[in-house]
Structure formats: C-alpha cells, structure tokens
C-alpha cells in the first residue's frame, strides 16, 4: 500500500488528483499508477486505469493483486472485473465508496486496510479541492468555473512543456 501512497503523493506534486494504485503479480509490483486527469485532461486517466496501462498486457490477471489508496470507482471497479483480477485492496473508503459490493458480487475479494494516514492526507485534500474532486467522481453539476478551468491548462502545459 505503500507504494500506492507513493503514487498518490506523485499526482498531487504534479497538480493533480492525489489518488495511487499498484498491480502486484508474486509479491512484486508489475505496474504503477496515479490519477492523471487533470495533468492528461483525459476524464479516463484514473489511478487504477494508469496502473493496469503501465503494467502492460500481461495476458491473466487470476494471480494479482490490484491496490489502491481509495475505494475504486465504478470505472476502476469494472476495469477489476473485466480483467478477473480476483483481489482489490484499498486504503479507504471514508471520503468515497466505489464499486465494492459490485466488485464482490462478481467474486472479488475486496479488503479495505483503513489506513488512518491515508484516510487523513485524502480527506485534506478533498476539503481543499472540492469542485475538482466533484469533477473527478462525476458529481460537478456545472462544469469547471472560467479560472479554474484556466488554472488546470495552465497545470497540464506546464507538465506537457517538461517532456
């Protein structure tokens, strides 16, 4: 979970939404990721999704297991079932549940670790950031403000002009 935090603290030192996740195959992690919307100004760029991207195609996922800091959304959630990753574990699900009874009602074994850290850092963030993170669970009900829109251009240009 560790290396998901990791992920979560990476995506916020970039502007970002401060969400991580992991795909572990034997004890060892085979993909990392971090929520990129704001950065990618794709809505699809969740942290779950950018780590099963960076893992590749590893033909079956029956022996991972896929974590995340926050409980997965329903997109994550059926990325999870789609690809019959048969454990998620996350760090909470305090400040947003996802898809977990979904997730167990295909056969998932979900388990949330309730990490006090991570509930914390998150729940800060969201105070702080509520139109965006309203935006990202697909909440917002009018569309990003002129400034804030500009502002998030302005994050993801000056990312992109780094490459």
Not at 12 to 22: A, C, M, T, Y
Request: glycine share 12%; proline share 4%; aromatic share 6%.
């Amino acid at each position: 979970m560790q290396a998901a935090f990791e992920e979560a603290k990476k995506g916020l030192g970039e502007g970002g939404i401060p969400i991580g996740s992991v795909l572990v195959r034997d004890g060892k992690i085979i993909g990392r990721g971090h929520n990129k919307r704001v950065q990618s100004g794709d809505p699809t760029a969740h942290a779950e999704i950018d780590c099963l991207r960076n893992a590749g195609r590893i033909g079956s996922y029956d022996d991972c297991i896929l974590y995340s800091t926050l409980s997965p959304c329903f997109l994550c959630s059926g990325a999870a079932m789609l690809f019959k990753i048969p454990k998620v574990v996350l760090a909470e699900h305090k400040n947003f549940m996802g898809g977990e009874a979904v997730m167990r009602a295909h056969g998932i074994e979900v388990v949330n670790v309730k990490e006090p850290e991570i509930t914390e850092f998150f729940g800060e963030w969201t105070k702080k950031h509520p139109e965006l993170w309203d935006e990202d669970i697909g909440e917002l009900k009018h569309g990003l403000k002129g400034h804030e829109f500009m502002h998030h251009k302005k994050v993801h240009r000056k990312l992109t002009s780094k490459r």
